[in-house]
């Protein structure tokens, strides 16, 4: 009788031993896991980086094609707000054909001008501090979009420019929009058109390309089909847990 009651204390001490080293186990595990999942300084760095070189790149990729502004309703180029009346009143002389040349001839030098941009977004990506990365990846949904916007805009405008009249002058949008200017400067009582277009084609392909990018950064942000790579996976997934 007595062994019986020595081997029954036994085994509920083993027991009770055994359960009581499982939640040990658990409990270091459950310390260790955050440690895991959190990702590094050096993780947050790459990873971002990662994230903003694919967003630029398919942005760049996708307005350089062939219809990447003429074909998208969202970055497509239109007459000037200024010479949208002028527009109206060309079509309405039977002026279509010349007013459809100039929007598509504008669109074509934007795409010529987008295969310029990734090489500047690359360059501005090595460039970013860890305090940089660490104020995108916490910010808004589109702090990496205006991020690039201040640090990129003036090397943009000045590789864009050039290309952008170089196309406007080879698909003959100059002198499209210099014929559609000077033909609705010839309309009694009209406030004149400014025949130059390149300053205005500049502008709204790197507006165009911003647009693009804050669609693929939020994309990211939010689609986690969109973190292809473990390491975007890991790095959005701590900042999505943190901003909360």
């Known amino acids: 009788m007595m062994k019986t009651k020595f081997l029954v204390i036994t085994g509920l001490l083993a027991f009770t031993t055994f359960a009581g080293s499982n939640t040990l186990n658990q409990t270091a595990q459950a ?72 929007i598509l001839s504008l669109n074509r030098a934007a795409e010529d001008a987008a295969k310029q941009a990734k090489p500047i977004f690359v360059d501005a990506i090595k460039h970013m501090t860890l305090q940089d990365v660490t104020n995108i990846l916490m910010g808004n949904q589109d702090a990496a979009t205006q991020y690039f916007e201040h640090a990129t805009t003036p090397q943009l405008t000045a590789k864009f420019k050039p290309v952008i009249q170089t196309s406007l002058n080879k698909a003959n949008a100059t002198k499209y929009y210099t014929d559609a200017a000077k033909a609705y400067n010839k309309v009694p009582f009209v406030k004149k058109l400014n025949p130059d277009i390149s300053d205005y084609a500049t502008q709204k392909a790197i507006s165009g390309l911003f647009v693009e990018i804050a669609k693929e950064e939020l994309n990211i942000r939010q689609n986690l089909g969109a973190r292809t790579t473990p390491l975007l996976q890991k790095v959005f997934s701590f900042a999505d847990k943190n901003k909360k």
Do not use: H, Y
Request: one cysteine or more.
């Open 31 to 102: 310390a260790v896991l955050p440690a895991q999942i959190t990702p590094t300084n050096l993780e947050i760095g790459k990873g971002l980086k990662q994230a903003l070189e694919i967003a630029t790149g398919k942005s760049s990729d996708q307005l350089s094609a062939v219809n990447g502004f003429f074909g998208n309703a969202a970055v497509k180029i239109l007459f000037p707000p200024e010479a949208q009346k002028a527009e109206k009143t060309l079509r309405s002389l039977g002026m279509g054909k010349l007013c459809d040349n100039v």
